[in-house]
T-cell receptor
Framework: AQKVTQAQTEISVVEKEDVTLDCVYETRDTTYYLFWYKQPPSGELVFLIRRNSFDEQNEISGRYSWNFQKSTSSFNFTITASQVVDSAVYFCALSEWDSGGYQKVTFGTGTKLQVIP | SQTIHQWPATLVQPVGSPLSLECTVEGTSNPNLYWYRQAAGRGLQLLFYSVGIGQISSEVPQNLSASRPQDRQFILSSKKLLLSDSGFYLC?????????????FGPGTRLTVL
């Protein structure tokens, strides 16, 4: 069975600081997908990024960047120059195919980020 | 574009009462549909998923059930609620067809069982 570990339960940073959210995964699949979602206080999960196991290029989107390293089974998320609006719970997730041939996603337990003004 | 709706947004129910939460998706056909529960301060637990009308897979044995009476409608039900059923219920959809795809979530229903 696959597993996603987000060891950081809560992180507090002062506005404009950079912060990295860690994600470590375990899977036996050779083809898999990794995701990051943001859950603001309103509760809805907002999709941020999807990465497949064959694409190890890092990605940058504005203040967000993602570092995927297969060698260490990690998919870390960095927010540069954090803002108060970044305060949320962030979930890392991993997809798998079950015995019936259907995709299921395993979520980490989330990291709560608080950005202090 | 696709949108996903859930209702009600919040619900307070007594123990032993029935439950019906509804989720509908617009702008796509034959989606995969999912029900998740998030207990307070915890991660997401997959409850049910469906790849088509009438096709439901259960992940966690419990007093909840799910049904998919129409292609883009997914319903979560219970005959008798327990205190432990309290939580935040999220519906999600992804493209069907057997390929890996991103799951997109609805706004959620916050259920409190008293």
């Amino acid at each position: 069975a696959q597993k996603v570990t987000q060891a950081q339960t809560e992180i507090s940073v002062v506005e404009k600081e950079d912060v990295t959210l860690d994600c470590v995964y375990e899977t036996r699949d050779t083809t898999y997908y990794l995701f990051w979602y943001k859950q603001p206080p309103s509760g809805e999960l907002v999709f941020l990024i999807r990465r497949n196991s064959f694409d190890e290029q890092n990605e940058i989107s504005g203040r967000y960047s993602w570092n995927f390293q297969k060698s260490t089974s990690s998919f870390n998320f960095t927010i540069t120059a954090s803002q108060v609006v970044d305060s949320a719970v962030y979930f890392c997730a991993l997809s798998e195919w079950d015995s019936g041939g259907y995709q299921k996603v395993t979520f980490g337990t989330g990291t709560k980020l608080q950005v202090i003004p | 574009s696709q949108t996903i709706h859930q209702w009600p947004a919040t619900l307070v129910q007594p123990v032993g009462s029935p439950l019906s939460l509804e989720c509908t998706v617009e702008g796509t056909s034959n989606p995969n549909l999912y029900w998740y529960r998030q207990a307070a301060g915890r991660g997401l637990q997959l409850l049910f998923y469906s790849v088509g009308i009438g096709q439901i897979s259960s992940e966690v044995p419990q007093n909840l059930s799910a049904s998919r009476p129409q292609d883009r409608q997914f319903i979560l039900s219970s005959k008798k609620l327990l205190l432990s059923d309290s939580g935040f219920y999220l519906c999600a959809w992804s493209r069907g067809g057997g390929e890996t795809d991103t799951q997109y979530f609805g706004p959620g229903t916050r259920l409190t069982v008293l």
